[in-house]
């Protein structure tokens, strides 16, 4: 009589079994990410290996990989993005059921946001191409006693993982700016105002979750550029400081 319990409990244990089969996500899937900049849909390649996930977003931007756990129905994976040549871990945990996905995403402890997705059925996604970031400039060497923003700046950004390199080369024309700023992320366009010696630039830094505005201030002296203060939108304000560049 044990043994038949036992033969029928097993019966019953292998008749289960697929009703606690490990979901699956491999396949191509389109994330929308709400950032502190906005909404931004990207299509993701999720791999699958039992309960790790791997995978690739694949955006204008160039593809990004990722990785993380499956565990029943709860997802977790993490990637990092460069801004400005700093680097960002972003989070992302939530709910597989079906063809959905949905959860809350965290910005490298900086701020969080709310993301979903659904199981990408076409056979191709098409991509908003980037913008282009050539732009004409033409250096200028500060006069003696003048006010000049126009010309090659050394920059240095102090970010919470330390000094970053950066340089400006900019053009002034009564009293507007623009120019290029560069760093290991590459050049971006860069606008902005002088008024006396105050100066004010906006830049926009393209990363794989979209576009971060940056804001930044600062007083030139002479050769140099202090008091600046960066304002990263979702991230918060950083100092920086620049020299003009030797000739």
């Given at each position: 009589?044990?043994?038949l319990?036992?033969t029928?409990?097993?019966?019953?244990?292998?008749?289960?079994?697929?009703?606690?089969a490990?979901?699956?996500?491999?396949?191509d899937?389109?994330?929308?990410?709400?950032?502190?900049?906005?909404?931004?849909?990207?299509?993701?390649?999720?791999?699958?290996?039992?309960?790790k996930?791997?995978?690739?977003?694949?955006?204008?931007?160039?593809?990004?990989?990722?990785?993380?756990?499956?565990i029943?129905?709860?997802?977790?994976?993490?990637?990092t993005?460069?801004?400005?040549?700093?680097?960002?871990?972003?989070?992302?945990?939530g709910?597989?059921?079906?063809?959905?996905l949905?959860?809350?995403?965290?910005?490298?402890?900086?701020?969080?946001?709310?993301?979903?997705?659904?199981?990408?059925?076409a056979?191709?996604?098409?991509?908003?191409?980037?913008?282009?970031?050539?732009?004409?400039?033409t250096?200028?060497?500060?006069?003696?006693?003048?006010?000049v923003?126009?010309?090659?700046?050394?920059?240095?950004?102090?970010?919470?993982?330390?000094?970053?390199p950066?340089?400006?080369t900019l053009?002034?024309?009564?009293?507007?700016?623009?120019?290029?700023f560069?760093?290991?992320?590459?050049?971006?366009?860069v606008?902005?105002?002088?008024?006396?010696?105050?100066?004010?630039?906006?830049?926009?830094?393209?990363?794989?979750?979209?576009?971060?505005?940056?804001?930044?201030?600062?007083?030139?002296?002479?050769?140099?550029?202090?008091?600046?203060?960066?304002?990263?939108?979702?991230?918060?304000?950083?100092?920086w400081?620049?020299?003009?560049?030797?000739?």
């Amino acid at each position: 009589m044990t043994r038949l319990r036992f033969t029928l409990l097993a019966l019953f244990v292998l008749a289960a079994g697929p009703a606690f089969a490990q979901a699956t996500i491999a396949g191509d899937w389109i994330l929308s990410v709400t950032s502190p900049q906005g909404t931004n849909s990207t299509k993701v390649t999720f791999t699958q290996d039992g309960e790790k996930v791997s995978g690739l977003f694949k955006g204008p931007a160039g593809e990004l990989p990722f990785t993380g756990t499956l565990i029943g129905s709860d997802l977790s994976f993490k990637f990092t993005i460069q801004v400005q040549g700093m680097p960002l871990d972003i989070t992302l945990t939530g709910k597989l059921e079906g063809e959905t996905l949905s959860g809350k995403a965290d910005f490298g402890g900086f701020a969080e946001g709310d993301w979903k997705g659904k199981r990408d059925t076409a056979e191709s996604t098409p991509t908003t191409p980037a913008p282009s970031t050539t732009t004409e400039s033409t250096p200028s060497t500060a006069s003696s006693g003048a006010v000049v923003a126009a010309g090659k700046w050394d920059v240095v950004v102090k970010t919470p993982g330390g000094d970053l390199p950066a340089s400006a080369t900019l053009t002034e024309e009564a009293g507007k700016i623009s120019g290029t700023f560069g760093s290991q992320m590459g050049e971006v366009p860069v606008t902005g105002t002088v008024e006396g010696k105050a100066m004010k630039l906006t830049l926009v830094a393209q990363t794989p979750q979209g576009n971060m505005t940056v804001m930044m201030t600062g007083d030139i002296d002479g050769d140099s550029i202090v008091n600046g203060k960066a304002e990263i939108a979702g991230l918060g304000q950083m100092e920086w400081s620049a020299k003009r560049a030797r000739q």
